[in-house]
């Protein structure tokens, strides 16, 4: 029993300490601000009226057109259309998806995948759909003036649209929702006026309406702003940290509570980390220990001291490097739910939501990578909330309540967290001392 404790509070740090900077797709919010502008309809609706987005599903060539066509506000104007293409599928089953294809044709928004097939039930992928969305706000790619259709994911990257995250993997209809949301907030080529604006004076969108999203992208740059001046130089950061958990385990409340000091340093050659936690539950104390140096993992949990390599969380480490540690600054406005400011006593404090659904499948990833999975069934994160404070410019806390739920070993246990996170430097003025024993730790089992 005192193993098994033990061994779920170690899940449950892990993952708490890592949600904060993992990402998975699930953009549902996005789609439901699209839907109250009018500009993102789904494939139905349910038996309350709500809209079914089905946002799981690969879009086909002629459904991304149809959203592209629907986020520019053209509908009406391309259903009302008479429009002559050279396509010849795009007839009987099809015929729903000539208004949308005509329209983008005629606008030189899209072309055939030969001179007499559209494509029309072929996937629509990522570099596509945003080729499509580029030549809407203007760019070219004809003979290459602006970029080319092997560049249109880089370039569009570059323009805002997407990050990393969403050209990697399946392009699905949930990630059409989060490219064009980033689209609406977007310039114009050679211009300062955001589409949203411009659909706005095009009397397509509300001006109330867009105000909303507007705000919440002005706001979002301040914050970024700020985040990016107060770690400028920074590559290195000393925090201490608590944790208050109330977990629910088996109908039976287990107050927690996990307070220690983690230090993260980007060298040349990688990330490096210190982490000490000391975990009072079920009236037991154990102290966990995290090192990772020299791309190996060090795990010491009171009882027995492990290593394993450690690769392909590099990255997510790294985030929480000062320039991402402040609600992953670089991200795009769509894995935001929302964002508000509030000043007090000469600090600014910008309260955040981040969409639990965002970050459960990433985090998942990080912990097998950190040889921490063993015994992992499942785990849900539920939205969270970041409360970020600057003083005097610089970033001196965070804290963030979060609920999530692990299911390790056959027992489910869900989570009330309440993460606080001091910054006591950044920098040069962080040092990281290693334990003198490291090379007694033993691989970890397989």
């Known amino acids: 029993m005192k193993h098994s404790v033990k061994r779920l509070l170690a899940l449950v740090l892990s993952c708490a300490l890592l949600s904060v900077c993992a990402f998975a797709a699930d953009f549902t919010g996005r789609a439901d ?7 993102f309809k789904g494939t139905g609706t349910d038996e309350a009226g709500n809209p079914v987005y089905n946002l799981d599903a690969a879009p086909t060539r002629a459904e991304a057109v149809t959203m592209l066509v629907r986020l520019l506000g053209k509908d009406a104007e391309a259903l009302e259309g008479d429009w002559d293409v050279p396509f010849t599928d795009l007839d009987g089953a099809d015929a729903w998806a000539l208004p949308y294809v005509g329209y983008a044709y005629a606008n030189k928004l899209t072309t055939g995948e030969t001179d007499t097939l559209f494509g029309t039930n072929n996937r629509c992928s990522a570099q596509m759909y945003c080729t ?19 560049s249109a994911l880089e370039f569009a990257t570059e323009k805002g649209l997407l990050d990393e995250y969403l ?43 867009a105000k909303l999203l507007t705000d ?7 914050f970024n702003a700020l985040s990016a001046g107060s770690s400028e130089g920074a590559d290195s950061i000393d925090m201490s940290m608590k944790m208050d958990m109330t977990m629910s385990m088996g109908g039976v409340q287990v107050p927690m509570n996990m307070e220690g000091s983690q230090k993260v340093k980007v060298t040349e050659t990688g990330v490096e980390l210190a982490s000490v936690m000391t975990i009072t539950a079920l009236e037991q104390t154990q102290t966990l220990e995290q090192y990772l140096k020299d791309g190996v993992m060090y795990t010491n949990d009171g009882e027995n ?12 480490l790294a985030a929480l490097s000062p320039s ?16 508000s400011k509030a000043e007090t006593d000469g600090k600014v404090s910008y309260t955040i939501v981040l969409p639990g659904n965002l970050l459960t499948s990433m985090t998942e990833t990080v912990i097998g990578s950190m040889g921490q999975a063993e015994g992992l069934d499942s785990m849900s ?9 600057f003083e005097n410019d610089a970033l001196s806390s965070i804290t963030m309540d979060m609920p999530m739920s692990v299911t390790a070993e056959g027992q489910t246990v869900d989570v009330a967290a309440k993460i606080e996170m001091t910054i006591n430097a950044m920098g040069d003025g962080v040092v990281i001392e290693f334990p003198a024993d490291l090379d007694t730790y033993v691989e970890a089992a397989e």
């Open 167 to 209: 050209a990697q993997g399946d392009f699905l209809r949930d990630e059409i929702a989060a490219v064009s949301y980033s689209a609406l907030l977007t310039p114009l080529k050679d211009s300062e006026t955001l589409l949203i604006n411009k659909l706005v004076e095009d009397g397509a969108v509300e001006a109330d309406a």
């Open 33 to 39: 601000e699209l839907h109250a502008l009018g500009l």
């Open 381 to 389: 994160i539920g939205n969270i909330t970041m409360v970020a404070t």
């Open 305 to 316: 001291k492990v290593k394993a390599p450690y690769t392909s969380a590099d990255d997510a």
């Open 132 to 150: 499509f969305v580029l030549r809407s706000l203007g760019y070219s790619d004809a003979e290459g003036a602006d970029f080319t259709y092997a």
């Open 216 to 222: 919440k992208l002005a706001l979002y740059n301040e």
């Open 324 to 339: 991402d540690l402040s609600g992953a600054a670089s991200s795009p406005l769509y894995f935001i739910e929302s964002i």
